[in-house]
């Protein structure tokens, strides 16, 4: 990722480039992402409403857009290289844009970072989960287990993750957190954190090998997507835990079998020992057309005979249906 401009010369581009309508939805905390389509239609989805047409960007604005991003990250976007991603320098939202020729027409997707934390009592109140789901959580920060939250695109893994964090700091405020990320989306309110992002040159594997040199007392790594799943476990298995990380799964079981892909990359098999042994909490949340919510919960024993052992009072209707023991 290249070092974002700050210049206000370029902000104001941008904000310009923006135009106002998408520049309030940025500064409404509703908003959780902004979708332009190759067809000029723009959508945007917001936390009480879901996704609905915000009309309608001409191809020339939007590819206006897209360059001013691309000038704000110092980088640059034409036919031969018609993908821009990075942090936008307005609220350091995460940006993607696309021109042809691997779209018809220019598209883009703001995901609006959070500005506002959501406490854990609040999902329960909401109905997001449930006070033993909330429960369970809170036993296993106390009980420093390490714990994977999976979902899929725009289901909520970050929110609930930044939640997590929340309870760890309250738990632990004394805990030094080293956290790990692509793009700044966790929330932390440490006194003692270290924030690490990577970059066009530094990738996750090789921020988790400084991490440990760092003297974390948990690592949180905002999302699991490469081969650098295995170094992760092996940090956590090492001294390190009580951790936490988001992968993109639709269920606590398949997000099981997504660490065993993403360890295979490295190790060439899929480690189930070592994700048995490391992995005690998978929490499942989805989007819903009535809203978000909390889909499982499990507590990974061991993988045995196999198949991975679950706590029985963690038991959902998929793991049942998997005959898991």
Same mark, same amino acid.
């Given at each position: 990722?290249?070092?974002?401009?700050?210049? =206000?010369?370029?902000?104001?581009? %941008?904000?310009?480039?923006?135009?106002?309508?998408?520049?309030?939805?940025? +500064? #409404?905390?509703?908003?959780?992402?902004?979708?332009?389509?190759? +067809?000029?239609?723009?959508?945007?989805?917001? %936390?009480?409403?879901?996704?609905?047409?915000?009309?309608?960007?001409?191809?020339?604005?939007?590819?206006?857009?897209? &360059?001013?991003? /691309?000038?704000? %990250?110092?980088?640059?976007?034409?036919? #031969?290289?018609?993908?821009?991603?990075?942090?936008?320098?307005? &609220?350091?939202?995460?940006?993607? &844009?696309?021109? =042809?020729?691997?779209?018809?027409? =220019?598209?883009?997707?703001?995901?609006?970072?959070?500005?506002?934390?959501?406490?854990?009592? +609040?999902?329960?109140?909401?109905?997001?989960?449930?006070?033993?789901?909330?429960?369970?959580?809170?036993?296993?920060i106390s009980s420093r287990l390490n714990i994977i939250i999976s979902g899929g695109a725009g289901s909520g893994k970050t929110t609930l993750a930044n939640a997590v964090i929340n309870e760890i700091v309250k738990f632990a405020p004394q805990d030094? %957190?080293?956290?790990?990320? +692509?793009?700044?989306?966790?929330?932390?309110? $440490? #006194?003692?954190?270290?924030?690490?992002?990577?970059?066009?040159?530094? #990738?996750?594997?090789?921020?988790?090998?400084?991490?440990?040199?760092?003297?974390?007392?948990?690592?949180?790594? &905002?999302?699991?997507?490469?081969?650098? /799943?295995?170094?992760?476990?092996? $940090?956590?298995?090492?001294?390190?835990?009580?951790?936490?990380?988001?992968?993109?799964?639709?269920?606590?079981?398949?997000?099981?079998?997504?660490?065993?892909?993403?360890?295979?990359?490295?190790?060439?098999? =899929?480690?189930?020992?070592?994700?048995?042994?490391?992995?005690?909490?998978?929490?499942?949340?989805?989007?819903?057309?009535?809203?978000?919510?909390?889909?499982?919960?499990?507590?990974?024993?061991?993988?045995?005979?196999?198949?991975?052992?679950?706590?029985?009072?963690?038991?959902?209707?998929?793991?049942?249906?998997?005959?898991?023991?």
């Open positions: 990722m290249n070092q974002l401009r700050s210049h =206000p010369r370029l902000v104001r581009k %941008l904000r310009d480039a923006l135009g106002v309508q998408l520049c309030v939805a940025l +500064d #409404d905390t509703d908003v959780v992402e902004i979708m332009l389509n190759p +067809d000029k239609k723009l959508f945007i989805e917001r %936390l009480s409403h879901g996704i609905a047409l915000a009309g309608e960007m001409s191809s020339a604005a939007a590819e206006m857009v897209i &360059g001013a991003v /691309a000038h704000a %990250l110092q980088s640059e976007i034409d036919s #031969d290289r018609p993908i821009i991603s990075g942090e936008l320098p307005i &609220g350091g939202h995460r940006f993607e &844009g696309l021109l =042809p020729p691997v779209v018809a027409k =220019p598209a883009f997707t703001i995901r609006r970072r959070a500005s506002h934390l959501i406490p854990l009592d +609040d999902y329960v109140l909401s109905g997001v989960m449930t006070e033993h789901q909330a429960s369970t959580i809170r036993s296993a030094r %957190l080293v956290i790990l990320e +692509d793009t700044a989306e966790i929330q932390c309110a $440490a #006194d003692n954190a270290v924030l690490l992002h990577t970059s066009d040159t530094i #990738d996750m594997a090789r921020l988790l090998k400084s991490t440990m040199r760092l003297r974390p007392d948990r690592i949180v790594v &905002g999302e699991v997507r490469d081969s650098a /799943a295995l170094t992760l476990l092996k $940090a956590w298995n090492t001294g390190h835990p009580g951790g936490l990380a988001t992968i993109h799964s639709n269920t606590a079981m398949s997000a099981l079998r997504r660490l065993e892909q993403l360890t295979a990359e490295a190790s060439q098999q =899929p480690m189930q020992e070592v994700i048995g042994e490391t992995v005690d909490l998978v929490v499942s949340i989805e989007r819903t057309p009535r809203g978000r919510r909390v889909r499982d919960v499990i507590r990974v024993e061991r993988f045995a005979s196999g198949h991975y052992e679950i706590d029985s009072d963690q038991f959902t209707e998929e793991q049942e249906a998997c005959h898991v023991a």
